[in-house]
T-cell receptor
Framework: AQKITQTQPGMFVQEKEAVTLDCTYD???????LFWYKQPSSGEMIFLIY??????QNATEGRYSLNFQKARKSANLVISASQLGDSAMYFC???????????????FGRGTQLTVWP | EADIYQTPRYLVIGTGKKITLECSQT?????MYWYQQDPGMELHLIHY???????EKGDLSSESTVSRIRTEHFPLTLESARPSHTSQYLC????????????FGNGTRLTVT
Protein backbone atom coordinates (compact mmCIF):
# COMPACT_ATOMS: atom_id res chain seq x y z
CA ALA A 1 0.00 0.00 0.00
CA GLN A 2 1.10 3.53 -0.72
CA LYS A 3 0.97 6.17 1.99
CA ILE A 4 1.95 9.82 2.01
CA THR A 5 2.33 11.70 5.30
CA GLN A 6 2.44 15.44 5.71
CA THR A 7 2.72 16.12 9.43
CA GLN A 8 2.35 19.91 9.32
CA PRO A 9 -1.29 20.97 8.97
CA GLY A 10 -0.21 24.60 8.88
CA MET A 11 3.00 26.58 8.49
CA PHE A 12 3.72 30.27 8.79
CA VAL A 13 6.66 32.11 7.25
CA GLN A 14 7.62 35.71 6.86
CA GLU A 15 7.98 37.15 3.41
CA LYS A 16 11.46 36.65 1.86
CA GLU A 17 12.31 33.84 4.28
CA ALA A 18 12.75 30.20 3.29
CA VAL A 19 10.36 27.49 4.45
CA THR A 20 10.45 23.69 4.39
CA LEU A 21 7.32 21.61 4.04
CA ASP A 22 7.71 18.02 5.19
CA CYS A 23 6.66 14.90 3.36
CA THR A 24 7.36 11.25 4.05
CA TYR A 25 6.10 8.33 2.04
CA ASP A 26 5.81 4.60 2.33
CA UNK A 27 6.02 2.28 -0.63
CA UNK A 28 7.42 -1.11 -1.47
CA UNK A 29 7.87 -0.19 -5.11
CA UNK A 30 11.53 0.19 -6.11
CA UNK A 31 10.74 2.83 -8.71
CA UNK A 32 8.45 5.80 -8.19
CA UNK A 33 8.05 9.51 -8.70
CA LEU A 34 7.39 12.24 -6.18
CA PHE A 35 5.42 15.39 -6.96
CA TRP A 36 4.48 18.59 -5.19
CA TYR A 37 1.37 20.58 -6.03
CA LYS A 38 0.16 23.99 -4.90
CA GLN A 39 -3.55 24.69 -4.43
CA PRO A 40 -4.50 28.35 -3.90
CA SER A 41 -7.84 29.29 -2.41
CA SER A 42 -9.29 29.42 -5.92
CA GLY A 43 -9.04 25.63 -5.98
CA GLU A 44 -6.91 24.74 -8.97
CA MET A 45 -4.00 22.33 -8.58
CA ILE A 46 -0.69 23.67 -9.84
CA PHE A 47 2.23 21.30 -10.44
CA LEU A 48 5.46 22.56 -8.88
CA ILE A 49 8.24 20.00 -8.99
CA TYR A 50 9.06 16.35 -9.69
CA UNK A 51 11.68 13.95 -8.29
CA UNK A 52 12.31 10.47 -9.64
CA UNK A 53 13.37 7.80 -7.18
CA UNK A 54 16.51 7.06 -9.19
CA UNK A 55 17.49 10.68 -9.74
CA UNK A 56 20.89 11.33 -8.24
CA GLN A 57 20.41 15.02 -7.70
CA ASN A 58 17.68 16.89 -5.87
CA ALA A 59 15.20 18.55 -8.20
CA THR A 60 15.02 22.32 -8.44
CA GLU A 61 12.54 24.59 -10.22
CA GLY A 62 13.12 28.28 -9.65
CA ARG A 63 12.45 29.03 -5.99
CA TYR A 64 11.34 25.45 -5.34
CA SER A 65 13.71 22.64 -4.47
CA LEU A 66 13.09 19.15 -3.26
CA ASN A 67 15.19 17.74 -0.43
CA PHE A 68 15.06 14.06 -1.34
CA GLN A 69 16.39 11.53 1.17
CA LYS A 70 15.61 8.15 -0.28
CA ALA A 71 16.77 6.04 2.68
CA ARG A 72 14.52 8.01 4.99
CA LYS A 73 11.69 8.05 2.41
CA SER A 74 11.49 11.77 2.74
CA ALA A 75 10.78 14.39 0.04
CA ASN A 76 10.57 17.80 1.64
CA LEU A 77 9.74 20.89 -0.39
CA VAL A 78 11.88 23.96 0.19
CA ILE A 79 10.56 27.33 -0.92
CA SER A 80 13.18 30.04 -0.91
CA ALA A 81 12.47 33.77 -0.67
CA SER A 82 8.78 33.32 0.17
CA GLN A 83 6.27 35.65 -1.44
CA LEU A 84 2.77 36.60 -0.35
CA GLY A 85 1.46 34.74 -3.39
CA ASP A 86 2.92 31.51 -2.04
CA SER A 87 0.14 31.34 0.54
CA ALA A 88 -1.76 28.19 -0.41
CA MET A 89 -2.26 24.54 0.40
CA TYR A 90 0.65 22.34 -0.66
CA PHE A 91 0.24 18.66 -1.45
CA CYS A 92 2.91 16.01 -1.68
CA UNK A 93 2.11 13.07 -3.95
CA UNK A 94 3.73 9.82 -5.01
CA UNK A 95 3.24 7.63 -8.03
CA UNK A 96 4.66 4.14 -8.45
CA UNK A 97 5.93 3.50 -11.94
CA UNK A 98 3.25 2.56 -14.46
CA UNK A 99 2.66 -1.13 -14.31
CA UNK A 100 0.19 -3.65 -12.97
CA UNK A 101 -2.76 -2.48 -10.97
CA UNK A 102 -1.46 0.92 -9.95
CA UNK A 103 -1.47 2.15 -13.56
CA UNK A 104 0.13 5.45 -12.82
CA UNK A 105 -2.21 6.59 -10.07
CA UNK A 106 -1.09 9.47 -7.89
CA UNK A 107 -1.42 9.15 -4.11
CA PHE A 108 -1.76 12.40 -2.19
CA GLY A 109 -0.95 13.50 1.34
CA ARG A 110 -3.37 15.57 3.42
CA GLY A 111 -1.62 18.81 2.60
CA THR A 112 0.03 21.68 4.47
CA GLN A 113 -1.55 25.13 4.56
CA LEU A 114 1.22 27.70 4.14
CA THR A 115 0.64 31.30 5.15
CA VAL A 116 3.18 33.95 4.18
CA TRP A 117 2.97 37.16 6.20
CA PRO A 118 4.50 40.54 5.37
CA GLU B 1 -3.38 28.68 -20.14
CA ALA B 2 -5.75 25.78 -19.50
CA ASP B 3 -5.52 22.67 -21.62
CA ILE B 4 -8.03 20.79 -19.49
CA TYR B 5 -11.47 22.25 -19.00
CA GLN B 6 -14.15 21.51 -16.48
CA THR B 7 -17.71 22.77 -16.56
CA PRO B 8 -19.59 23.97 -14.70
CA ARG B 9 -17.26 25.76 -12.31
CA TYR B 10 -19.97 25.94 -9.63
CA LEU B 11 -23.21 23.98 -9.38
CA VAL B 12 -25.99 24.09 -6.82
CA ILE B 13 -28.75 21.54 -7.30
CA GLY B 14 -31.51 19.83 -5.36
CA THR B 15 -31.50 16.29 -4.05
CA GLY B 16 -32.47 13.63 -6.55
CA LYS B 17 -31.36 15.46 -9.67
CA LYS B 18 -29.20 13.83 -12.30
CA ILE B 19 -26.05 15.77 -13.12
CA THR B 20 -23.09 15.42 -15.43
CA LEU B 21 -19.78 17.12 -14.76
CA GLU B 22 -17.88 17.75 -17.95
CA CYS B 23 -14.14 17.37 -18.45
CA SER B 24 -12.26 17.84 -21.71
CA GLN B 25 -8.58 18.03 -22.53
CA THR B 26 -6.85 19.11 -25.71
CA UNK B 27 -3.47 17.48 -25.06
CA UNK B 28 -4.26 14.05 -26.47
CA UNK B 29 -3.58 12.37 -23.13
CA UNK B 30 -4.65 8.76 -22.80
CA UNK B 31 -4.87 8.75 -19.01
CA MET B 32 -7.57 10.70 -17.25
CA TYR B 33 -8.68 10.83 -13.62
CA TRP B 34 -11.44 12.13 -11.40
CA TYR B 35 -10.63 13.15 -7.84
CA GLN B 36 -12.99 14.23 -5.07
CA GLN B 37 -11.80 16.74 -2.51
CA ASP B 38 -13.58 18.06 0.56
CA PRO B 39 -12.46 21.54 1.70
CA GLY B 40 -8.99 21.51 3.20
CA MET B 41 -8.64 17.78 2.77
CA GLU B 42 -6.66 15.42 0.60
CA LEU B 43 -7.70 14.26 -2.84
CA HIS B 44 -9.40 10.91 -3.24
CA LEU B 45 -9.37 9.08 -6.56
CA ILE B 46 -12.88 8.05 -7.62
CA HIS B 47 -12.43 7.05 -11.28
CA TYR B 48 -9.70 6.72 -13.87
CA UNK B 49 -9.29 5.77 -17.49
CA UNK B 50 -6.36 4.49 -19.53
CA UNK B 51 -7.97 5.28 -22.84
CA UNK B 52 -11.12 5.08 -24.93
CA UNK B 53 -13.67 2.57 -23.60
CA UNK B 54 -11.51 1.82 -20.56
CA UNK B 55 -12.55 2.99 -17.09
CA GLU B 56 -11.91 1.84 -13.53
CA LYS B 57 -13.15 2.75 -10.08
CA GLY B 58 -10.69 4.37 -7.71
CA ASP B 59 -10.12 4.16 -3.98
CA LEU B 60 -13.12 6.10 -2.75
CA SER B 61 -16.49 4.46 -3.04
CA SER B 62 -18.54 6.63 -5.29
CA GLU B 63 -22.06 6.49 -6.64
CA SER B 64 -20.95 8.27 -9.76
CA THR B 65 -20.21 6.76 -13.15
CA VAL B 66 -17.89 7.79 -15.95
CA SER B 67 -17.54 7.18 -19.64
CA ARG B 68 -14.69 7.53 -22.13
CA ILE B 69 -16.04 7.46 -25.65
CA ARG B 70 -13.51 9.94 -26.98
CA THR B 71 -9.92 10.49 -25.90
CA GLU B 72 -10.49 14.12 -25.04
CA HIS B 73 -13.72 13.75 -23.07
CA PHE B 74 -14.24 12.14 -19.64
CA PRO B 75 -17.59 13.12 -18.12
CA LEU B 76 -18.73 12.12 -14.64
CA THR B 77 -22.42 11.48 -13.94
CA LEU B 78 -24.42 11.33 -10.73
CA GLU B 79 -27.78 9.66 -11.39
CA SER B 80 -29.39 10.97 -8.22
CA ALA B 81 -27.54 13.66 -6.31
CA ARG B 82 -27.54 13.67 -2.50
CA PRO B 83 -26.20 16.17 0.07
CA SER B 84 -23.33 13.74 0.77
CA HIS B 85 -22.12 14.40 -2.79
CA THR B 86 -21.37 18.01 -1.91
CA SER B 87 -17.68 18.40 -2.63
CA GLN B 88 -15.14 19.64 -5.15
CA TYR B 89 -14.52 17.40 -8.15
CA LEU B 90 -11.19 17.68 -9.95
CA CYS B 91 -10.46 16.20 -13.35
CA UNK B 92 -6.89 15.51 -14.45
CA UNK B 93 -4.96 13.98 -17.30
CA UNK B 94 -1.42 12.95 -18.13
CA UNK B 95 0.67 11.48 -20.90
CA UNK B 96 2.48 8.15 -20.78
CA UNK B 97 5.92 9.32 -19.66
CA UNK B 98 6.83 8.05 -16.21
CA UNK B 99 7.72 11.53 -14.98
CA UNK B 100 4.70 13.31 -16.39
CA UNK B 101 2.67 15.26 -13.86
CA UNK B 102 -1.09 15.33 -13.67
CA UNK B 103 -2.61 18.35 -15.37
CA PHE B 104 -5.69 19.45 -13.46
CA GLY B 105 -8.77 21.34 -14.48
CA ASN B 106 -10.11 24.17 -12.35
CA GLY B 107 -12.57 21.88 -10.65
CA THR B 108 -16.32 21.84 -10.13
CA ARG B 109 -17.65 22.85 -6.74
CA LEU B 110 -20.87 20.92 -6.29
CA THR B 111 -23.47 21.71 -3.62
CA VAL B 112 -26.48 19.46 -3.24
CA THR B 113 -29.28 20.96 -1.16
Amino acid sequence: AQKITQTQPGMFVQEKEAVTLDCTYDTSDPSYGLFWYKQPSSGEMIFLIYQGSYDQQNATEGRYSLNFQKARKSANLVISASQLGDSAMYFCAMRPDDRGSTLGRLYFGRGTQLTVWP
Amino acid sequence: EADIYQTPRYLVIGTGKKITLECSQTMGHDKMYWYQQDPGMELHLIHYSYGVNSTEKGDLSSESTVSRIRTEHFPLTLESARPSHTSQYLCASRDLRSNSPLHFGNGTRLTVT
